[in-house]
């Protein structure tokens, strides 16, 4: 009872501090009359035949008009939905019949009450793909190619990879650590530049990182209630890391389409698919001790590579820059997991745990993961 | 708006558009509300500031102006602010107008929160030159510019405090006309009567006050609202009425911040063009577009007289200017109409 009343006290002084403060309002004498920082984000942008289409999310210190929209330094009508003042950290869509040209840049500024003009750069315009049924089974089929297809083919390297010895698995599971290490930081970067294009109050930097760092505890978490992950576990913990990454590989890659910014050639996609191809070799590394049934296969394949096709559609459809940021930290944390859990399960199948780290297989199987990685990825980069 | 009858309106393409679908989309969103900013575009062109008058002992007249400057915030296309700096409460400032050889007396208060002054384009001493140290007076005091109204023409006055571009972006400008006076020029007496305002020959002429501006509204040294008298296509939302039956007398100035040049194109049409306005003759015939320069000025004249009815666009033709406000219409109907 004494406890209840000595934990309720600090809680009725925090209150009554709150509520005086803010009646007070003691911050008034620091306004010099200043207009209120504002802010606004494109989140989304549509081209059709009705004209473009923007998603605008408000940031300022204070609800902030909408007054005019000039496109190509020229003042057009808009229609906004919700119209009025956008209040901080909700998003209008603004929606305006300009006749864009196809293949050419347009520049959108949305001007404020304040006179404050934020612009938005349409690099290239194309029309934005809509959820047709055609569209989702195309981008399905570029999201199979790059995502479900380089895990399939690299596990079919499992019954080859059965008869490596001590030194051949060793070698096989630091290729492993090596590719996620690279993606590791592929993902990192991706998020943070994705989170960089976010509206301030989402804390872009921060928001990656502790959702990274969350996203890894909570999967060593998982993946040690019941002692340490190896086997077939390990190969699934690995598959639903891959799988994030592709997910936030479908993301860019259905965002550039969304964005017209990328006319992604048939050459692409075929890099990205030898890219991924390491990714079926690394989720069979920690199953070549045991005889998996058929199907588990199946399931690691469609755990690794279907995210793609997922990450293509949200990418296209529902493309907003702190969604896809959050998504690649998600991944970038759940593939931390599976690093320290795959080097945990290397080090537990030699005798001699330091020695084993840092011999020519381990390390060649390292490197050799990352160079490829490496290598790969400058065939996709445009 | 304009109360047309769209009904009644020949199916002839080649009649002339009515307001609204000459540029379709291509619109500010909205209305300016005239009556909060105490100003309204469209009574500002006719609207002159003749100020009060006086005999002096040898018989010339003494015309006094009172002029303030006032900070103001002024709505200058829908919806959006501008923290303007003024001459009584409106940009551009009042229209001056006298007649050429008074005596000028302007008393200048400044009631804004920075130094002011009035610099006249005219001939007058250096000492009224509402240049630093000859009348640049700071907040709360007063000064008075005083000299002859010499010589006729289309003139400005702006303030010359520093920095300069600032101080006149903010809106310290306005129109400053001096009327010629017949008798000092019997060779084009009637030409020099016709622009004497209020005299009889002067009541047919439909005279108009245009002050091309340009606001830059976030301060990056561009500019983001074009305009005639401020409000950006304040003449498409309510064209400016035309009597068909009577000559048109624009007095132009160009006060664009941050562009070399402005312009002005008449829609089918052309007219005589008066450079700075300090001659009675054109110094430009049958033209429909002229330039100017900043500061640069003149007397446009033309007549619908032979047209038939319909809005007749007018616009810069620096098409981008055009499409971030400065447009308008002239609403030509007869009389009776």
Request: aromatic residues 10%; charged residues 15%; proline residues 6%.
């Amino acid at each position: 009872m004494i406890r209840l009343l000595l934990l309720f006290v600090p809680l009725a002084v925090m209150l009554g501090a709150f509520v005086w403060i803010a009646s007070l309002d003691p911050l008034r004498s620091f306004n010099n009359g200043a207009p209120p920082v504002e802010a606004l984000t494109v989140e989304r942008t549509i081209l059709d035949e009705t004209g473009i289409q923007i998603l605008v999310r408000a940031g300022g210190s204070e609800a902030m008009q909408i007054a005019q929209v000039a496109v190509d330094d020229a003042y057009w009508t808009f229609t906004q939905a919700p119209p009025g003042a956008v209040a901080r950290g909700t998003a209008v869509w603004v929606r305006i019949p300009y006749p864009w040209v196809l293949g050419e840049a347009h520049r959108v500024a949305l001007l404020s009450n304040t006179g404050t003009a934020f612009e938005h750069e349409i690099a290239v315009a194309v029309p934005t793909p809509k959820a047709t049924a055609g569209q989702l089974r195309i981008q399905a089929l570029v999201g199979a190619i790059v995502g479900l297809l380089p895990v399939a083919l690299g596990l079919m390297f499992y019954p080859a990879m059965r008869g490596v010895g001590r030194t051949g698995m060793n070698f096989l599971l630091a290729l492993t650590v090596g590719l996620l290490a690279f993606l590791l930081i592929d993902m990192t970067l991706e998020a943070l530049e994705l989170s960089a294009g976010a509206a301030a109050l989402f804390q872009g930097s921060a928001m990656v990182w502790l959702t990274a760092l969350a996203c890894f505890l909570l999967l060593m978490a998982i993946g040690r209630w019941r002692g340490q992950p190896e086997g077939l576990a390990l190969a699934f913990y690995i598959a639903l890391g891959i799988g994030l990454h592709n997910f936030g590989e479908g993301l860019a890659i259905g965002g550039a389409f969304a964005a017209g910014s990328a006319g992604l050639g048939t050459f692409l996609v075929l890099g990205f698919a030898l890219h991924n191809v390491t990714e079926g070799i690394g989720i069979a590394a920690p199953m070549l001790r045991i005889r998996p049934p058929l199907w588990t296969f199946a399931a690691l394949t469609l755990l690794a590579g279907g995210p793609a096709v997922l990450g293509m559609w949200t990418g296209s459809l529902a493309y907003a820059p702190q969604w896809s940021a959050l998504a690649l930290a998600v991944g970038a944390g759940a593939i931390l997991q599976v690093m320290v859990e795959v080097s945990a399960y290397l080090m537990r199948q030699n005798s001699d745990r330091q020695a084993a780290l840092f011999s020519p297989a381990v390390l060649g199987g390292f490197l050799g993961g990352l160079a490829f990685m490496y290598a790969t990825a400058a065939l996709i980069k445009v | 708006m304009a109360g047309h009858d769209m009904s009644a309106m020949p199916t002839d393409p080649y009649a002339a558009p009515m307001p609204g679908m000459a540029h379709g989309n291509m619109t500010t969103v909205g209305v300016v509300d005239h009556d909060r900013n105490g100003f309204d575009p469209t009574t500002m062109l006719t609207e002159w500031e003749t100020g009060l008058t006086d005999l002096l002992p040898d018989g010339r007249t003494l015309r006094t102006f009172e002029v303030a400057a006032i900070d103001r915030e002024i709505e200058i296309a829908p919806g959006i602010f501008f923290p303007a700096w003024t001459f009584n409460d409106r940009v551009p400032g009042p229209a001056l107008r006298a007649k050429e050889g008074e005596r000028l007396r302007i008393i200048f208060r400044n009631y804004g929160s920075h130094p002011h002054s009035m610099h006249f384009h005219g001939i007058h001493s250096a000492r009224m030159d509402g240049v630093p140290g000859a009348g640049l007076i700071g907040p709360g005091e007063e000064f008075i510019y005083e000299f002859d109204a010499k010589p006729f023409g289309c003139h400005l006055y702006h303030c010359h405090a520093l920095p300069l571009k600032r101080h006149i972006h903010k809106g310290m400008y306005g129109l400053f006309v001096i009327d010629p006076d017949p008798a000092r020029h019997p060779e084009n007496a009637a030409v020099a009567a016709s622009r004497v305002l209020g005299s009889p020959e002067n009541a047919r002429w439909q005279e108009l006050a245009m002050v091309m501006n340009a606001f830059d509204i976030n301060f990056d040294g561009a500019n983001e609202i074009y305009a005639v008298n401020t409000v950006g296509q304040a003449y498409m939302n309510a064209p400016i009425r035309i009597d068909k039956s009577r000559p048109v007398r624009i007095y132009l100035v160009n006060v664009t911040e941050f562009d070399p040049i402005n312009s002005l194109h008449l829609h089918a049409n052309f007219f005589d063009y008066y450079d700075t306005g300090t001659t009675l003759t054109p110094t430009l015939r049958t033209v429909d577009l002229i330039m100017q320069c900043q500061a640069q000025r003149g007397i446009l004249e033309f007549s619908f007289a032979e047209h038939e009815d319909g809005m007749y666009m007018f616009h810069a033709h620096q098409s981008e200017f055009t499409e971030l406000g400065w447009v308008g219409m002239f609403d030509v109907r007869g009389p009776e109409a």
